[in-house]
C-alpha cells in the first residue's frame, strides 16, 4: 500500500498527520475485531524477504471494559510461535524483550503497537509474508478469552511516507537469529535497527 490511508500515518510521523489527514475520505484498509470488552484495529505486518526467519506484527488493542485485561499471547499458522515484544531505546541502543507474563491492557486504555514499541513477533516464519495477503492469528486474552484476527501483510505507513527512514523497520530482525532470544534475555542491537 503506497498511500496513507489509516490512522497509523498520523501517529507515526507528525510531518505527516496533514497529508495523512487529508486522505482519510480514501477507501479504508483498516479491520477491527471484537471479543467481550477488548477491541483489535486493524492487525498488520510488513512483507519480509524470502528467508527471513521472524517478523513482527503490530495492532492497536483497546479495552472497553473496567477492568485490566493481560494480552497472553497467541498462535499463527504461518509460524512456529508468535511473542508479544516490547522495544525500549537507552542511550541510543535499542533492546528487545519477550514479554512472557502477560501484557496488562489497563481497563479503559488504548495499547498500540508500533514499531520501536510493543509489537508481536512470529518466530520461524514457514514462508515469507507477501504484500496484500491476508494470515490468520489467534489472540489469547486472560479474561476475554480467544480472538481470531486476520493480519494485513503490508507496508506500516510511515514507511510509504517520505521521511528519510525507509527500510528500516523493512529490515526488521532479519539480522537476528531467534534461538537468541531466550525469555529473559535482552538484545542490544545498534541505533539504526528499528523494529
Ligand atoms: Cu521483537
Redesign the pocket.
Known amino acids: 500500500m503506497m498511500t496513507p490511508s489509516s490512522v497509523h500515518g498520523v501517529r507515526a510521523c507528525l510531518a505527516s498527520a496533514v497529508m495523512a489527514l487529508t486522505t482519510l475520505t480514501a477507501p479504508a484498509m483498516a479491520h477491527e475485531y471484537r471479543v467481550g470488552d477488548i477491541e483489535v484495529m486493524h492487525p498488520y505486518a510488513p512483507p519480509t524477504p524470502p528467508g527471513a526467519p521472524m517478523a ?1 506484527g503490530y495492532l492497536e488493542i483497546i479495552n472497553h471494559g473496567d477492568q485490566d485485561e493481560r494480552l497472553l499471547g497467541g498462535s499463527v499458522t504461518f509460524a512456529h510461535e508468535l ?1 508479544v ?1 516490547e ?1 525500549t531505546v537507552e542511550d541510543d541502543v535499542s533492546r ?1 524483550r519477550q514479554i512472557t507474563d502477560g501484557l496488562v491492557i489497563p481497563a479503559g486504555a488504548t495499547v498500540t503497537f508500533q514499531p520501536m514499541g510493543k ?1 508481536l ?1 512470529f518466530v520461524d516464519l514457514a514462508e515469507p509474508l507477501v504484500d496484500g495477503d491476508r494470515k490468520n492469528a489467534t489472540l489469547s486474552f486472560e479474561q476475554a478469552g480467544e480472538l481470531d484476527v486476520e493480519f494485513a501483510i503490508e507496508h506500516a505507513d510511515a514507511e510509504s511516507m517520505d521521511h528519510g527512514d525507509m527500510n528500516h523497520k523493512e529490515m526488521n ?1 532479519e539480522d537476528m537469529s531467534h534461538g537468541d532470544m531466550s525469555e529473559e534475555e535482552t538484545m542490544e542491537k545498534d541505533s539504526a535497527h528499528k ?1
Open positions: 513482527a511473542q515484544h522495544t528487545m509489537h513477533m530482525h523494529h
